[in-house]
């Protein structure tokens, strides 16, 4: 059995302790995880281990020819060759066992000793267990399922963009088939589809693998111990990574008692120091006092940051309608070709979470960026409700933050009043703690003005949320504070995520984007994967690009968004709420007059939709007219003319309540 052991490491940077002797047993079979607040040493651990970093003292021992595999966080490019070519690079421990081979079948001919021969038997055993002869079908496999296709296999490495290039690293890294895997934040640059099967792939190595990640979902199913990192000491627990949260928390009550008992001890000792360190009649007692809280103090109690408790919510949501937002026939292509968004309709509802779901490349992003009017190139149109205040969140918008400011004073000079006292902990709870805070713009990492633009965004009174990637560059402990204020937020959201337990937590309908087509799912993330295994086997029959949104689901089919299929479809009878007649392609096609009467009664309920929603967003605004006026001294400090705007605002909202369950009863 293959093993790296270490013993009692220690390093440490001027006066910080990084690692104060650690010791753990890395060997064939270890599915762990090395967790840890941000700046403890993760990274650090990690390249000790995989002998990039010498300790200051401690050791490491090795099986002889173990070999490990390391993959670090970023940074990692690839040029001069082909795809493939930097693919078979992963096997050159492969050439080089094979060459030794070579070598002494050589001196086997003239010199046949038992040593020799032992040796030829033992390298020709471990490149076969090492599947090397089967080289070429592993670096398709793991290229594949890591998001490549067969068309990439022969471009130049130096074409993929820094995530992609990082995928091939880590492909490198998974193809060597190493004894001991070392993978820092492997999921940073991978999308769901290429995550579930990074999942697979490390539940059936065979190797050991220690991992660092902030995707929780993904912990939970590949590792089963945990190693946490804390004040430079080790500590391992068993079990995947939510048993290890909840053992800890556990923990975390009897420490923070400790804690607060030490709080007050140290607070008093220092204001009996503060109070007489002067005074010659209590110099003596003050000194000893002194002794006292030094002693305290080399035995300080610390709470890991990651395990701190912190809330916060977004500001009230302003009022808008049951109508947030509609889409209809939204297209784009690039350059003329292909379309990655075809005649695309949504009908998105007060209060919704949706999560834009689809491969690399499928449109999620561009999407977003359309719906927040930063990409005008498109065709078809965009129908906000009454009322509605968009902010919007991504990458790009966060290399706009620049100046000179410290992020506390920027964020102050934005902050709603009621939120200032808060931003330290909103801060922290971004992984901006202790002097961070005074950082200037200008200095700041992509990573830290992504973190940063995501909480201004976050400060506003909107209501209506677009975040595309907001778990990038957070930790854990960062996101679940983003989910909780998400699942507190009174308004609506439409993001892109490639975290699942985050999708998972937070999503309330799905979109799924694919070659230019698109599915709805009324339902959360479970529910869409529960719907997508239904499905298989069964074609893509139901992926429609025409889908409407408020049709009626059986229990074995999509609920459909928008429209009816194109004329080419089938289309269902007139009436029918069953999506498998809706869907069906292989039945008879109807006859032209059919058709014409079916698309005529389409158009004739969709311009009474149309009508219902222009008449309720209508109705709102008035309604919204009459509240505002109730916020006027002049009105609400003269009783009657209180009443009769408030007897008119209850009016309004008799008709909106009445138009709106006509527009359900059209809608179904």
């Not at 002797?21 to 650090?44: D, P, R, W």
């Not at 390391?70 to 066992?97: I, N, R, V, W």
């Not at 912190?310 to 889409?327: C, D, E, M, S, T």
């Not at 009626?552 to 009816?564: N, V």
């Amino acid at each position: 059995m293959a093993f790296v052991q270490f013993s009692k490491v220690s390093l440490a940077f001027g006066d910080r302790d990084i690692l104060k002797e650690v010791s753990v047993n890395l060997q064939s079979g270890t599915k762990a995880a090395l967790t840890g607040a941000n700046g403890t040493g993760k990274s650090t651990l990690i390249k000790v281990m995989a002998g990039l970093m010498q300790p200051d003292s401690g050791t490491r021992v090795a099986q002889k020819d173990a070999r490990i595999a390391y993959l670090p966080q970023s940074g990692l490019t690839h040029k001069g060759c082909t795809l493939k070519e930097e693919a078979d690079k992963a096997f050159q421990f492969g050439y080089e066992m094979q060459e030794k081979i070579d070598e002494l079948g050589e001196r086997l001919k003239t010199n046949a000793t038992d040593a020799i021969i032992e040796e030829q038997s033992r390298l020709i055993q471990a490149l076969d267990d090492s599947g090397w002869h089967r080289r070429e079908a592993t670096a398709e496999s793991v290229l594949i399922g890591l998001g490549f296709t067969r068309e990439d296999f022969g471009r130049n490495t130096e074409e993929f963009s820094g995530g992609w290039q990082m995928r091939i690293a880590l492909a490198k890294a998974l193809m060597q088939n190493p004894d001991i895997l070392l993978l820092d934040e492997p999921t940073n640059y991978l999308d769901l589809e290429a995550r579930n099967w990074l999942e697979g792939f490390l539940k059936d190595f065979r190797g050991g693998f220690l991992l660092v990640s902030h995707d929780r979902y993904f912990l939970d199913v590949t590792i089963n111990e945990v190693y946490e990192l804390f004040n430079g000491e080790l500590k391992q627990y068993s079990g995947n990574f939510t048993h290890y949260e909840k053992v800890r928390e556990q923990e975390l009550v009897t420490l923070m008692h400790e804690y607060e008992k030490q709080q007050e001890e140290i607070a008093h000792l220092q204001e009996f120091i503060d109070r007489f360190r002067y005074k010659a009649t209590k110099a003596v007692a003050a000194q000893e006092r002194i002794k006292m809280l030094d002693k305290i103090l080399e035995h300080k109690i610390e709470i890991p940051e990651s395990l701190k408790k912190i809330h916060f919510k977004f500001p009230a949501a302003p009022h808008a309608g049951r109508l947030v937002l509609r889409l209809n026939g939204i297209t784009k292509s690039y350059d003329g070709t292909e379309k990655i968004l075809d005649n695309l309709e949504l009908t998105l509802e007060n209060g919704e979470r949706l999560v834009v779901a689809g491969r690399n490349g499928a449109g999620k992003s561009t999407l977003l960026r359309i719906i927040a009017g930063q990409d005008p190139d498109f065709t078809g149109e965009i129908v906000p409700g009454a009322g509605v205040q968009m902010g919007y969140f991504s990458q790009d918008n966060a290399e706009k933050i620049k100046g000179q400011q410290s992020i506390l004073d920027y964020l102050e000079s934005e902050a709603p009043l009621e939120l200032i006292p808060k931003l330290r902990d909103m801060l922290g709870a971004f992984l901006f703690r202790g002097d961070d805070v005074y950082k200037s713009l200008d200095v700041l990492s992509g990573g830290e003005k992504s973190r940063v633009a995501l909480l201004l965004l976050l400060l506003k009174p909107i209501n209506l949320l677009i975040l595309d990637e907001p778990t990038n560059h957070l930790d854990m402990h960062s996101k679940d504070v983003l989910l909780q204020a998400m699942m507190d937020f009174g308004g609506t959201v439409i993001f892109v995520s490639h975290d699942r337990g985050f999708i998972e937590g937070a999503a309330t309908k799905v979109l799924e984007l694919k070659h230019g087509e698109y599915k709805y799912f009324p339902g959360d993330y479970k529910y869409y994967l529960e719907q997508i295994e239904k499905q298989e086997g069964k074609g893509d029959v139901l992926f429609s690009k025409n889908l409407k949104s408020k049709t009626k689901l059986d229990s074995e089919a999509y609920l459909p968004l928008a429209s009816a299929a194109k004329a080419s479809s089938a289309t269902p009878s007139a009436g029918s709420d069953n999506p498998r007649n809706a869907g069906s392609a292989s039945g008879a096609q109807l006859s032209w007059e059919e058709q014409k009467k079916l698309e005529a009664a389409k158009r004739k309920k969709e311009k009474a939709l149309a009508e219902c929603e222009n008449k309720i967003a209508e109705l709102e605004e008035k309604k919204a007219e009459y509240e505002n006026q109730m916020a006027n001294p002049e009105v609400y400090s003269n009783g009657e003319k209180a009443k009769a705007v408030q007897t008119k605002i209850e009016e309004l909202a008799s008709q909106i309540s009445e138009w709106e369950e006509k527009w359900a009863e059209l809608a179904e």
